[in-house]
């Protein structure tokens, strides 16, 4: 067996290193009940974009990032800046070629955060984010 991590692992250990991030922990596939708290959940979705000749093939992992934080009209200000914040982030990381250790890893990308669902006092954020790497045969 394996002591490599997993894609999804790298990528937590990738996003942890963001500094925006209040207390830098981030889960995968579980958001804490609690404010701050942050999670990355892989969607299922088709992987293949590109197959090559010799086997190998270009592929995109996507996961939406999700963050706790709190709901009230002035936190909601914030909230909006923090994905803008983070969505940039993103940009600048993938414009250096900072990615996340994933052999073959090309590009990382996001679209915009939105409001995935709230209480009262609460919402759950959401930032679609995909990675594209090829992987070899």
Known sequence: M???KG???KIKVFMEKCTLLKG???NVDYLKDKL???SIDETPTTTIIQKFADG????RINFDFSIQAPFNALENINNSKFCDD??????EENKKGNLPDIEGAEELG???GTILQ???TTAIYVIPIYLIYVEEY
């Not at 190998?56 to 592929?59: F, L, N, S, V, Y």
């Open 2 to 4: 394996s002591e490599e």
């Open 7 to 9: 894609k999804i692992e």
């Open 24 to 26: 830098g922990k981030v």
């Open 36 to 38: 701050y708290s942050y």
């Open 56 to 59: 190998g093939c270009r592929k």
């Open 86 to 91: 983070f969505t940039q982030w993103i940009e």
């Open 110 to 112: 996001c679209n915009r």
């Open 118 to 120: 709230t209480t009262e």
